[in-house]
């Protein structure tokens, strides 16, 4: 089978579509294409090309269609699976230096082998925990031989350490997740997180993050022109008459005013 004939495919557990990634996950594209943002760098998919989503990162993407249609083949390596796996096959591990939450992959032919022969094959049959795993082991052992050194990234179950509040959050504002989330994620408890943030910035979380966002709302509609429907879902707004109201409030003047 050509890999333009294969259709969307899903193997793993079900994770949120949130804008934190809880485990990591294979992209590859069939058709269309794929962008992904992560707090500095935007990163493209194109039809034929693959990734792996860093887990434990906050990261988002848009997708592209071909012709009205969008094909993508994802693979979930979890950590209860991934746990398995080692302790299945002893695999061994050292420090993973790659900083990367989209990392790219060679799309090499064992990697499109392994879709165009083996995933029709999982789908043509009942699907079970135990065939699901099956399979998704099977394409692990194909990425390890194509690149070892992902074994130092999947086998770290290490939680995200203490680290700088305020560069991260000046990097990772405009994502919309919970405060226990990013609390999570500079390595402090949500009391703590809390506690560090009033020190830092001199004002809650919530607050900050609304005035931040909405800082920079008001320098992309004054000074690079652009629509409040361009902007407000990719500075953490949740819709757009939301992102209407806090501008007005904090600003004592619409968008569409300062966009005039």
């Not at 757009?240 to 005013?257: D, E, P, V, W």
């Amino acid at each position: 089978m050509k890999i333009t004939e294969i259709t969307s495919c899903y193997l793993g557990p079900q994770i949120s579509p949130e804008q934190f990634v809880p485990e990591h996950i294979f992209i590859f594209i069939i058709k269309g294409k794929m962008n992904g943002y992560d707090g500095t760098k935007h990163t493209k998919i194109e039809p034929g090309e693959c990734c792996i989503v860093r887990k434990n990162r906050l990261a988002r993407y848009n997708k592209q269609k071909d012709q009205n249609e969008f094909e993508k083949v994802v693979i979930i390596l979890d950590e209860e699976f991934l746990r398995k796996y080692q302790k299945k096959y002893g695999v061994s591990t050292a420090a993973y230096f790659v900083s990367d939450i989209f990392i790219p992959l060679d799309s090499s032919v064992l990697i499109k082998d392994f879709i165009c022969n083996q995933l029709p094959l999982y789908e043509s049959q009942e699907s079970t925990v135990q065939h699901t795993d099956q399979i998704r082991e099977e394409f692990l052992q194909t990425l390890l031989v194509m690149q070892p050194a992902l074994a130092n990234l999947f086998f770290d179950f290490g939680k995200p350490g203490r680290i700088d509040l305020e560069a991260y959050m000046q990097q990772h504002y405009k994502f919309n997740v919970s405060l226990e989330r990013l609390a999570y994620l500079t390595g402090r408890s949500l009391s703590a997180f809390k506690r560090d943030f009033k020190d830092i910035f001199k004002q809650t979380p919530n607050r900050w993050l609304i005035q931040r966002r909405l800082q920079e709302a008001h320098f992309l509609i004054e000074k690079e022109k652009k629509a409040s429907s361009e902007i407000y879902l990719d500075l953490g707004f949740e819709d757009l008459s939301h992102f209407s109201f806090a501008f007005k409030r904090h600003f004592g003047y619409t968008a569409t005013t300062l966009g005039q």
